[in-house]
């Protein structure tokens, strides 16, 4: 497999429940990102990731938990959700950890189209 | 706070039209990016924008910056189906505030 990959594509989850997003690349880059995509919305960076570490981490509520074991694979642990937080959630690597813009590239993963009732 | 705005937001055509989508701030970026989304899938970059008045093609795409680095055009000349799709553009800050800016999109529709 080439590129970012995450699972999985689709979630439906009950308020109460836990489930953990999966987000694996295969370019060899030391950074990864979670970014949420929402309608009306503008994507909003969530976490980064730069060699393991975290680096940013935008006033996400706590109910959304990430880890990053090395540098190919970031995990996103969701708990007690609540329906607002329904959304696309792209996964994103890139070489270096700038976030991208004219030194880097970022590239994204297909997303979890995420439901929660 | 540094806000872009894109126009417009929906837009429909025949296959075979051109077209020009418009990406705007009052604030000055380093450089802007334009990325494609299709239905399902994540944003994938088409171009990096970075001097003043630069202008950059791909293909049947054409991206401008704007002469103050506030502004950019995507024009697509013969519009064809595999065009469809949300088309992003995200600014890097200026100094040392590199983070991106991220617009709402233009989803665009090209009909058969």
């Known amino acids: 497999e080439t590129g970012v990959t995450q699972t999985p594509r689709h979630l439906v989850m009950g308020m109460t429940n836990k489930k953990s997003l999966k987000c694996e690349q295969h370019l060899g880059h030391n950074a990864m990102y979670w970014y949420k995509q929402s309608a009306k919305k503008p994507l909003e960076l969530m976490f980064v990731y730069s060699l393991e570490e975290r680096v940013e981490n935008n006033s996400v509520p706590s109910r959304f938990s990430p880890e990053c074991p090395n540098s190919s694979h970031l995990f996103l642990h969701l708990h007690t959700l609540q329906p607002e937080d329904s959304a696309l959630y792209l996964c994103?690597?890139?070489?270096?950890?700038?976030?991208?813009?004219?030194?880097?590239?970022?590239?994204f993963g297909s997303g979890t189209q995420l439901s929660v009732l | 706070t540094q806000l872009l705005e894109q126009s417009p937001q929906f837009l429909s055509i025949q296959e075979g039209e051109n077209l020009t989508v418009y990406c705007n701030s009052s604030?000055?970026?380093?450089?802007l990016q334009w990325y494609r989304q299709e239905p399902g899938e994540g944003p994938v970059l088409l171009v990096t924008?970075?001097?003043g008045g630069e202008v950059k093609k791909l293909k049947r795409l054409t991206f401008q910056f704007g002469d103050a680095r506030k502004d950019s055009s995507l024009h697509i000349t013969a519009a064809q189906p595999g065009d469809t799709g949300l088309y992003l553009c995200?600014?890097?800050?200026?100094?040392?505030?590199?983070?991106?800016?991220w617009g709402l999109g233009t989803s665009l529709a090209v009909n058969p």
């Open positions: 994103a690597s890139s070489q270096d950890g700038t976030g991208g813009g004219r030194l880097e590239k970022l590239f």
């Open positions: 995200a600014g890097e800050g200026a100094g040392n505030n590199r983070k991106l800016i």
């Open positions: 604030s000055v970026f380093s450089s």
């Open positions: 924008v970075v001097t």
